[in-house]
Structure formats: structure tokens, C-alpha cells
């Protein structure tokens, strides 16, 4: 059988982490995988440079993984098609708030029998529904979609120190037969690194992704309580309760996403615990709470140009509770919300605590 191509959409912290540990991949595995992998880059100017000019002659990403070399056969192209058209697996790394645009440059531009993963960590709400990730992709490009999520900050990933992550992703209903078409042995020789980057392979699709998505918002909230200085026992508090709306909100509206994902997956727990002790969303969260200044203009000054997506997700996950009356089951993900929006200071966390507490 051919080998497949590999293309990554995305070029941030994670974006470039998830490259590198691809093209060490394929740079071992030729007989599976073509052994040059190219990189989708949102084209900006670094200093009168091209990023992508950058990338390629130093193999470094100088703006959103500094410090760290990338591997030789990684290559960086602003040209969007260019990098998606010819692939066999696509594996999708932006900002989801960017996702809805990309997806509608390649509709129609890619091999009707590409697969994709999607390691983006959000949902696609519009209105009164909300969507999963790869569900958007899978509609929208027609083609079938897997998830990798888990606890993994991008930058103890790219230096190599061990960790986890969680892939889900199932036999497509189209499928080819083993040696035509990617099975999920296929995407465990993609992503796995045996020195750091272990992979564990599961169906639950819905699962992997919910937790990735929520624990953005509560990691925030932690933020919000180590801003304030209130000590350990208060972040344990706020895990407990995000743990409780996470499975509470996959058990309403995605029956299929399993429990035991969400508390025993490195998509699901282990994630919400590495994000809540040194994620992006943790670190603007503190910041806010601290400083009492607007989300945004503590991202822009904090991440240069990296995002905290639970600022959008907070706001996301809010509009479609809110569309279908159901705010009251969440009060840790809607306090957030009002938090960012100025609406309530921090200090109100115990308030809605008072609200949850059922005596049993
Ligand atoms: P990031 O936060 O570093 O974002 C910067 C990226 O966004 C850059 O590549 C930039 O070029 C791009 N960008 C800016 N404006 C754009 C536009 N208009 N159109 C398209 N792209 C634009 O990104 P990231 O850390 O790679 O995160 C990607 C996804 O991975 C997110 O869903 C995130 O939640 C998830 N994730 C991140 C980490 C992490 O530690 N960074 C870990 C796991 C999962
Ligand atoms: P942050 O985006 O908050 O840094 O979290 C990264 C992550 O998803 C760790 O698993």
C-alpha cells in the first residue's frame, strides 16, 4: 500500500508541538507514512521576516514555540490548499475560533478518502445547538473525523518530558479495508513517541472531546480563586465542581460520552488538573482576579498571540445552556461567564457554591 500523506492545519504552541512529534514519527515509519510533513501557517511578518521563512531555514517557530528545534522534514507554507489538497490524514491544531473559516476554504479541495483528527480543545455553538469539534468537521468536509485531547501543555511536550494524551477515534463507516485506510493502529504510530508522548487509543469520541472543551472554563475559575490568594482547598473545591458539570453536561447532552472518560482518560480528569496548575486559561484567569482587568486585554498581554479559548468557550457554553433554559445545573460554568463579562467579581464564587450545596 502507499504510504499516507500527512498535513497539519495549525501552527501555534500546540499546532507546532503536535508537527514535531509527527514528523519524528514519519521520519521513522516511511513504509506508513510519506516522510515530509507539511505545516499550515497563518502568514504573519516577524521583524521584516515571513514566519513561515523562519520556520523553514531555522526550523524553529520563533513566535509560538520558541526555543524548541523542529525536526528537518517539517515544512511551513502559508498556502492553505496547498498543504490539505494532497493529504490522506489531515490533523486539524488552530483555535477553534478560527475553525468555522478554514473549513470553508477546503470544502470541496480535499481527497473525498482523507481522515482527520482534530486536536482542538472547544465547541461549535450556534443558537440553541451545540456541536462537537469533529462533528463540524465531519459535516462540513465530509469526511471522518477522530479526536486527540488530553492533559498536555505544549511546552513540557515540546522539551520532551513525558506524558499522556487520549485518542478517540473509530473504524469509519466507509472503511477500506487494513491496508488502504487509516485504522486506529495507523493513528497510534502517528502521534505516539515511546520516550514522552504515550498514546492511549479509546472510541469515545464525545467524551475526549467535552472534557477538553469544559475544563477550559474551569481552569479559569481556579485562576480566579488563586488570584485572589484563597489557598489550595479552594481550587480542590472548583475542580470537584467542574468535574461534576463536565459529566453532568456530557450526560444531558451527549448521552453517548462516557463517565469513566471524563474521570479516568487523560482527556478527561488528569486534564482539568494540569490545566487548573499551569494552563494559559489558569495564568489569565489569576490575572484577572488579580489585577481586576478585562479578559482580553490580559490575554493580548499575557500570551502574544496565543489564546485562552475558555474565554470564548465560557461564552459559548452560556448562550446554549441559556437557549435552552437549563442555566441553573451549571453554576460553576456560568459564574465564569459572568466573571469575564464584568458582571460579577470574583469574590461571588461562594455564593453559587451556597446555591449547589444539596444536603444528602
Ligand atoms: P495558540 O493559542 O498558540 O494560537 C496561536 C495560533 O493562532 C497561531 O498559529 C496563529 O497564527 C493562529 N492564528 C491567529 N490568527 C489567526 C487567524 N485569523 N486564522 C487562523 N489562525 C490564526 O494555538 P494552539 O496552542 O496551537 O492551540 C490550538 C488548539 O489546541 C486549541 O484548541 C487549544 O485549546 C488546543 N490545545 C492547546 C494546548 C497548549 O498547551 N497550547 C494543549 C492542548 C490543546
Ligand atoms: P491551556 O490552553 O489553558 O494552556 O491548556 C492547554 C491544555 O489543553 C493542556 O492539556
Given amino acids: 500500500a502507499e504510504p499516507f500523506r500527512v498535513a497539519v492545519i495549525g501552527s501555534g504552541n500546540w499546532g507546532t508541538t503536535v508537527a514535531k512529534?509527527?514528523?519524528?514519527?514519519t521520519n521513522e515509519r516511511p513504509e506508513e507514512f510519506v516522510r515530509d510533513v507539511n505545516m499550515w501557517v497563518y502568514e504573519e511578518d516577524?521583524?521584516?521576516?515571513?514566519?513561515?521563512d523562519i520556520i523553514n531555514e531555522e526550523h524553529e517557530n520563533v513566535k509560538y514555540l520558541p526555543g524548541?528545534?523542529?525536526p528537518k522534514n517539517l515544512?511551513?507554507?502559508p498556502?492553505?490548499?496547498?498543504?490539505?489538497s494532497p493529504a490522506d490524514i489531515l490533523v486539524f491544531n488552530v483555535p477553534h475560533q478560527f475553525l468555522s473559516r478554514i473549513l470553508q476554504q477546503l470544502k470541496g479541495k480535499i481527497k473525498p478518502t482523507a481522515r482527520a483528527i482534530s486536536c482542538l480543545k472547544g465547541l461549535n455553538v450556534e443558537k440553541n445547538s451545540c456541536q462537537l469539534l469533529s462533528t463540524q468537521i465531519e459535516n462540513e468536509l465530509n469526511i471522518h473525523c477522530g479526536v486527540l485531547s488530553g492533559a498536555n501543555l505544549a511546552?513540557?511536550?515540546a522539551r520532551e518530558c513525558w506524558s499522556e494524551t487520549t485518542i478517540a477515534y473509530v473504524k469509519p463507516k466507509d472503511y477500506r479495508g487494513k491496508y488502504d485506510d487509516v485504522t486506529p493502529f495507523t493513528i497510534k504510530h502517528l502521534f505516539h513517541r515511546p520516550a514522552y508522548f504515550h498514546v492511549q487509543v479509546i472510541e469515545d469520541i464525545a467524551g475526549a472531546s467535552l472534557g477538553g472543551a469544559l475544563k477550559n472554563v474551569i481552569a479559569l475559575a481556579v485562576g480566579f480563586v488563586d488570584g485572589l490568594n484563597w489557598g489550595d482547598n479552594a481550587k480542590g473545591a472548583i475542580i470537584r465542581l467542574g468535574l461534576r458539570e463536565m459529566i453532568h453536561f456530557g450526560h444531558t447532552y451527549f448521552p453517548g460520552a462516557k463517565s469513566y472518560t471524563l474521570t479516568c482518560e487523560s482527556a478527561g480528569a488528569a486534564d482539568l488538573i494540569t490545566s487548573c496548575a499551569g494552563g494559559r486559561n489558569f495564568k489569565v484567569g489569576r490575572e484577572i482576579a488579580a489585577t481586576g482587568k478585562p479578559a482580553e486585554q490580559v490575554e493580548a498581554e499575557l500570551l502574544n498571540g496565543q489564546s485562552a479559548q475558555g474565554i470564548i468557550t465560557a461564552?459559548?457554553?452560556y448562550e446554549f445552556l441559556s437557549s435552552k433554559g437549563d442555566l441553573n445545573s451549571y453554576p460553576l460554568l456560568i459564574t465564569v461567564y459572568l466573571i469575564l463579562k464584568g458582571e460579577r467579581s470574583a469574590e461571588c464564587i461562594p455564593e453559587y457554591f451556597n446555591k449547589t450545596e444539596d444536603v444528602k
Avoid: C, F, Q, S
Fill in 315 to 317: 461564552a459559548e457554553v
Fill in 79 to 84: 498556502d492553505l490548499l496547498a498543504v490539505a
Fill in 46 to 52: 516577524i521583524e521584516g521576516r515571513k514566519l513561515t
Fill in 21 to 25: 512529534i509527527i514528523a519524528e514519527n
Fill in 155 to 157: 511546552p513540557e511536550i
Fill in 68 to 70: 524548541v528545534k523542529l
Fill in 75 to 77: 515544512h511551513a507554507t
